[in-house]
């Protein structure tokens, strides 16, 4: 142990940031692997790029319609996890692994509700409206 992480064990300064960072990069192989959802949410998020960077809008306006692209992604890594824990824990139907997942996909849906609705408003402010 040390003195800077009481009670947990393991490394300090950049070498945890380096391996946490490692971590992380596996959480996404993992996610793009299994998960059917965020390979579809990334697809659309990579495809967005040129689109807020072409479009004629304020630099807030291209930071907004990237956020909820980002939110989206973060949201469904954060369901997938959820889901992945509940299948460990076990198959069988309980109401509280159904709640989760319930739950975990209710956070999806707001997210890209959120997200639909952003992009339109902005876009249609632009053009539209």
Do not use: C
């Not at 946490?20 to 659309?44: C, D, F, H, M, P």
């Not at 824990?85 to 509700?113: N, T």
């Amino acid at each position: 142990m040390t003195s800077e992480n009481p009670g947990k064990p393991g490394n300090t300064g950049i070498k945890r940031i380096i391996k946490a960072g490692g971590y992380s990069v596996q959480g996404l192989r993992a996610g793009w692997k299994n998960e059917a959802a965020i390979r579809q949410e990334l697809t659309l998020f990579i495809i967005s790029l040129p689109v807020v960077i072409l479009v004629d809008i304020t630099m807030i306006e291209k930071i907004l319609m990237l956020g909820v692209g980002v939110l989206v992604v973060v949201t469904e890594l954060l369901n997938s996890a959820i889901e992945a824990v509940v299948d460990r824990v076990g198959v069988e139907h309980h109401e509280l692994s159904g709640r989760a997942k319930d739950m975990g996909s209710a956070a999806v849906m707001i997210s890209l509700i959120f997200a639909g609705i952003t992009w339109f408003l902005i876009l249609g402010n632009r053009y539209w409206f």
